[in-house]
């Protein structure tokens, strides 16, 4: 029981540093090529953050464990919603510019919607609604880079795109995004055993351990934000 706990640790200290050195090696790489920073928080930082969820909830579901998939997966979204974004708040309060914050509630809500139709009008999530949710999430990204392109100024780095800075950055990249791969594959394999010798459901721990260990990565950037008045 130890050595699965152990592990389980292990696995979770490889994600949180992979996605920072993932998010850090492509935001650097993103400036080098004159990429405006708002659209690398939309874009780059934002689906950086969520690879160590992408990563659990994938290997979950490759690997047979559908309920730490999907309880990941829900239970990142109430972290992200009712422990990252309140302490965020708490620390710096902000108004809101109505306007930008149209497309992510929306999407939020649409998102929340479908999944709702699909539990309780059809028991259960089949491939086409992987489809759906996917084609909703390349929409966001799209509209997303449009809002962005068209609000932000020219203001990226204007030096070398390539020097030696730029080949440590990819190697952060590559590295952080190994040692996503790593711990996603140990979180999972060693929650499921940690379950299953405490009988508990693996639900039950994806939505409560599993959930907030994932959503590090988005608690600590979020809160590094908010500390330098990066809103």
């Known amino acids: 029981m130890i050595m699965p706990i152990f592990l389980f640790i292990v696995g ?29 928080g939309a874009t780059i ?17 490759f690997s047979g464990h559908g309920e730490i998939a999907y309880g990941n997966s829900l239970g990142s979204i109430i972290c992200n919603a009712a422990l990252i974004a309140a302490l965020t708040i708490a620390i710096r309060p902000s108004k809101i510019d109505k306007k930008s914050f149209i497309l992510p509630t929306v999407i939020f809500f649409v998102s929340a919607a479908i999944y709702v139709v699909a ?8 491939r086409w609604l992987g489809l759906i949710l996917l084609s909703v999430f390349v929409v966001y990204i799209a509209l997303s880079v449009r809002a962005a392109l068209k609000s932000v100024k020219d203001d990226a780095d204007k030096s070398d795109n390539f020097d030696s800075k730029m080949i440590k950055n990819i190697m952060l990249l590559v590295v952080g995004a190994a040692f996503i791969a ?7 394999d060693n929650g499921t055993l940690i379950a299953e010798s405490m009988g508990v459901p693996e639900s039950v721990v994806a939505l409560t351990f599993v959930a907030i260990g994932t959503s590090l990565p988005e608690l600590v950037t979020s809160l590094v934000a908010a500390k330098k008045g990066e809103a």
């Open 12 to 40: 979770l200290v490889l994600l949180i540093k992979g996605g920072d050195w993932f998010v850090d090696g492509s935001t650097v790489i993103a400036k080098k090529l004159n990429i405006p920073d708002i659209l690398i």
């Open 45 to 61: 930082v934002s689906i950086g953050t969520t690879l160590p969820e992408v990563m659990v909830s994938a290997t979950s579901a």
């Open 119 to 126: 539990a309780y009008c059809f028991g259960g999530f089949s």
């Open 182 to 188: 790593v711990g996603a594959r140990l979180l999972v």
